[in-house]
Nanobody, 118 residues
Framework: QVQLVESGGGSVQAGGSLRLSCAAS????????MGWFRQAPGKEREGVAT???????RYADSVKGQFTISRDSAKNTLYLQMNSLKPEDTAMYYC????????????WGQGAQVTVSS
């Protein structure tokens, strides 16, 4: 069983940066794909970025060039570096893990709030 715990959320002014972390307990190397999702109030959850165990990454068009996803298997931790933050990036951010491909995630964290003020 894998548990995921996010940290690093908070409030920042537009243009600022935050780094989210997701600590995985259990066997992170079994998580072939990990990803970040977000959900803003009144909106559906959307995928932000994914990373496969080999390092291949994918990003939503809205965050390309702005966010960077990475994983450190030695530390059992997933990261999301968020730069040049905008008010529209305000959302609850969730870490997720999949034992298979990136299309379906088995494990979810509890979420970390990111608030960007203008």
């Amino acid at each position: 069983q894998v548990q995921l715990v996010e940290s690093g959320g908070g409030s920042v002014q537009a243009g600022g940066s935050l780094r989210l972390s997701c600590a995985a307990s259990g066997y992170m190397y079994n998580l072939y794909c990990m990803g970040w999702f977000r959900q803003a109030p009144g909106k559906e959850r959307e995928g932000v970025a994914t990373i496969e165990i080999g390092g291949s990454t994918r990003y939503a068009d809205s965050v390309k060039g702005q966010f960077t996803i990475s994983r450190d298997s030695a530390k059992n931790t997933l990261y999301l570096q968020m730069n040049s933050l905008k008010p529209e990036d305000t959302a609850m951010y969730y870490c997720a893990g999949s034992g298979g491909f990136c299309g379906s995630f088995n494990y979810w964290g509890q979420g970390a709030q990111v608030t960007v003020s203008s």
